[in-house]
């Protein structure tokens, strides 16, 4: 069997007050789209975090394509954590030539990368624009081609449609489509079924820092499923 | 780290600099500032104020270069620490207050050379500032008629080029804690700290040893220095810039 682009194992790491997640176990496998879905607060961040190392785990452990985060393959790796990499003083352009070096592309290379996902976003009326002057969902584009324009094997977006407007939404599916076609594994959060998690492989619901079932992305009423879920799970905790 | 990873480090943090209206407008103000007090004080102090020519001191009242010279470094080494403190503070801080500290994870150009690129990039931002100062400070000796250089007036304006370059190295320490501190203000704080501990020790008569404060008193009354507390200078910045890496390395978003 392949190594899994993402592999997750008895990850745990709580914070004062007791939040936090508690033993997930979660893979995602290369051309898979997983989405994690999860109420506000229900540990979708705090996974992420623990992924990409800005945090540091309790115990368990993380692999990112069978390596451990020490050795992880940061330059085949694009992600979106809450805020965009977006320098307010830079262009929509230069934001994403810087973004494109940090990921290892040679100064020669990202030029012609950068147009690319200018164009794949439909990006290029704000190629010239500074970040600060543009709205939160173009900044919020421009931090999706930051992540994704050196076609990462390893792609980790939390909650990647907010501000996105119903263009913006649809361009990201297909981007997101394109690239798990191509063999990357895509690791998605969001707090209700969007359209993104829609187009996933595999549905994990999170809460309370557990993952505590899955859905089938092409059920009928998976909202409902989904909702059903998180009260049984909250009950069977309060009792 | 590796040459590749810092070279592309410097690029970034060299591209977000020069774009920054924070350093661009600091430079300015320093640069204006300092000569603008200093042209103002020297001909305040040559024209008999007394008040100002207690303030500033023997040196400051010889008229000429010694005048403007030892002016200006009293000014550089306040208001300068207090400037270098800002740029710092904002190199490292807005990465947390901009929330853009999220996409410095996960890179292969890891965060302990991002942020030696910054220290890097600041130190040659620093320079270019000193270097600029002398030569303004320079040309305001010649517009106010202070005469030639010569004398001790090369030595001085090399001393105030030193002291430029140190006061900047002084500052690391709001670096550090505007990382320890996720944000600008700790750093901007940690700036101003500094410079009254300085004021303080130097008016007690301890300032030589104290390194923040050695520098503006190697500079404006040279030879109350000693070499071996001179030598004490550098390990703030050596320590304050290992401390920022370690940070930068160990760094959680746990809060």
């Not at chain 1, 069978?66 to 050795?71: F, H, I, K, Q």
């Not at chain 1, 147009?115 to 976003?121: A, G, I, P």
């Not at chain 2, 801080?93 to 965060?111: I, M, N």
């Not at chain 2, 130190?123 to 030569?135: H, K």
């Amino acid at each position: 069997m392949a190594e899994a682009r993402i592999r997750l194992h008895g990850l745990t790491r709580t914070f004062d007050g007791g939040v936090g997640v508690r033993g997930v176990d979660l893979d995602v496998g290369a051309g898979e789209i997983h989405a994690l879905v999860g109420l506000n607060g229900a540990g979708k961040s705090t996974l992420m975090r623990l992924l990409l190392g800005m945090l540091r785990q309790d115990s368990g452990t993380v692999r990112l394509d069978g390596r451990p985060l020490g050795s992880a393959p940061w330059s085949r790796l694009g992600h979106l954590i809450e805020t965009p990499l977006a320098y307010g003083e830079l262009t929509g352009r230069a934001n994403l030539m810087l973004a494109a070096r940090l990921h290892g592309v040679p100064a020669s290379a990202a030029a012609p990368m950068v147009q690319r996902v200018l164009t794949e976003l439909n990006l290029h009326p704000y190629a010239a624009i500074r970040a600060r002057r543009m709205s939160l969902g173009n900044r919020q584009r421009l931090g999706l081609a930051a992540a994704l324009q050196h076609d990462p094997d390893i792609i980790v977006l939390d909650e990647p449609t907010n501000a996105l407007d119903p263009a913006g939404v649809i361009s990201l599916r297909e981007a997101l489509v394109r690239r798990a076609a191509a063999g990357a594994g895509v690791l998605v959060s969001s707090h209700h079924l969007d359209e993104v998690a829609r187009v996933a492989d595999r549905i994990t619901v999170i809460n309370a820092g557990r993952t505590i079932g899955t859905l089938n992305p092409h059920g009928v009423d998976i909202e409902r499923e989904f909702f059903a879920l998180v009260r049984s799970d909250d009950e069977r905790t309060a009792a | 780290m590796t040459t590749t990873t810092l070279r592309a480090a410097l690029a970034v943090e060299a591209r977000k600099a020069t774009s920054a209206r924070v350093v661009t407008s600091t430079t300015i103000l320093l640069l204006v500032g300092i000569a603008v007090l200093a042209g103002a004080t020297t001909l305040a102090a040559a024209g008999g104020n007394e008040q100002l020519m207690a303030k500033l001191g023997p040196s400051a009242t010889q008229g000429g270069w010694t005048s403007l010279l030892s002016t200006a470094s009293q000014i550089t080494a306040a208001g300068g620490l207090l400037a270098f403190g800002v740029v710092l503070s904002w190199l490292f801080g807005r990465e947390f207050a901009d929330g853009t500290v999220t996409g410095l994870f996960a890179l292969p150009v890891s965060r302990p050379t991002i942020a030696l690129a910054k220290l890097i990039v600041y130190l040659l931002w620093s320079v270019g500032v000193a270097t600029l100062l002398v030569l303004m400070v320079a040309g305001l000796g010649f517009a106010t008629g202070a005469g030639p250089i010569e004398g001790t007036a090369p030595v001085a304006l090399l001393r105030l080029w030193s002291l430029t370059v140190l006061t900047a190295l002084l500052a690391v320490p709001a670096g550090w804690a505007a990382t320890i501190g996720r944000g600008l203000l700790p750093g901007i704080a940690t700036a101003i700290a500094i410079l009254a501990a300085a004021q303080i020790l130097v008016v007690a008569g301890t300032g030589g040893w104290f390194p923040f404060a050695a520098p503006a008193l190697w500079t404006i009354f040279p030879g109350t220095v000693s070499a071996s507390q001179m030598a004490l200078v550098p390990l703030v910045p050596l320590t304050f810039g290992f401390l920022v890496l370690h940070a930068w390395h160990r760094l959680q978003l746990d809060r």
